[in-house]
């Protein structure tokens, strides 16, 4: 139990484009999923903590209008970069965790390359 | 702030034996949850065990165990008899207060285990 997927597992655009990464839960209903961003060799880097019907909320540094995050569901959440740029190249993860419990579980992360 | 420092950034162990990877933070909360992570070559995130501050005893899972030294703010994870398996990043995390809506993790640096034959 407690599967996250997400989608695509890869993706390689062009400079200006917009990309939407997909995050779901298969076998639970998540009210509150994570949005992270981690560089080689570095740790996760939490981006905006989203709630099923509700804004997103973002930390500090992270460009609200460049990582739209939509939380439509229980069961999805969505992260759309727009306007890519190569420095938003990354390997980005999200995770889901149940109403009143502790545990996050994590996707499998999405490469993004921006060429 | 929270904060969430693993000072060890790469080890590595013999098959078979144990080690132990340290974690230290820093919080003025009472009521937290602590976690260690392994990130294998997949990069899939796997949590390997939690621990809930107010729980005096040390969590176990199989051949992994912690030493939760709350007064000393230390959270270590040993692992015994260590298989080639056992190679990722580890992350040690941290969570204030858990079952609110947010609940988010603070991660610290990970260190990178490797386990040799």
């Known amino acids: ?115 | 702030a929270q904060t969430v420092t693993q000072s060890q950034p790469e080890m590595s162990v013999q098959e078979a034996e144990t080690v132990t990877l340290s974690c230290t933070y820093d919080t003025s909360e009472n009521n937290y949850y602590l976690f260690w992570y392994k990130q294998p070559p997949s990069r899939q995130m796997i949590l390997v065990i939690r621990q809930e501050a107010y729980k005096q005893q040390n969590a176990t899972e199989n051949r992994f165990s912690v030493n939760f030294q709350k007064a000393a703010k230390s959270f270590s994870l040993k692992i015994s008899d260590s298989q080639l398996g056992d190679t990722a990043m580890y992350f040690c995390a941290f969570m204030i207060g858990g079952r609110v809506p947010g609940g988010k993790l603070i991660f610290g640096q990970g260190t990178e285990l490797s386990v040799k034959p």
């Open chain 1, 1 to 115: 139990g407690a599967v996250v997927s997400q989608h695509p597992s890869r993706v390689i655009c062009k400079s200006g484009t917009s990309v939407k990464i997909e995050c779901r839960s298969l076998d639970f209903q998540a009210t509150t999923m994570f949005w992270y961003r981690q560089f080689p060799k570095q740790s996760l880097m939490l981006m905006a903590t989203s709630n099923e019907g509700s804004k997103a909320t973002y930390e500090q540094g992270v460009e609200k209008d460049k990582f739209l995050i939509n939380h439509a569901s229980l069961t999805l959440s969505t992260l759309t970069v727009t306007s890519a740029h190569p420095e938003d190249s990354s390997f980005y993860i999200c995770s889901a965790k149940l109403a009143n419990t502790d545990t996050q579980y994590f996707g499998p992360g999405t490469r993004l390359t921006v060429l």
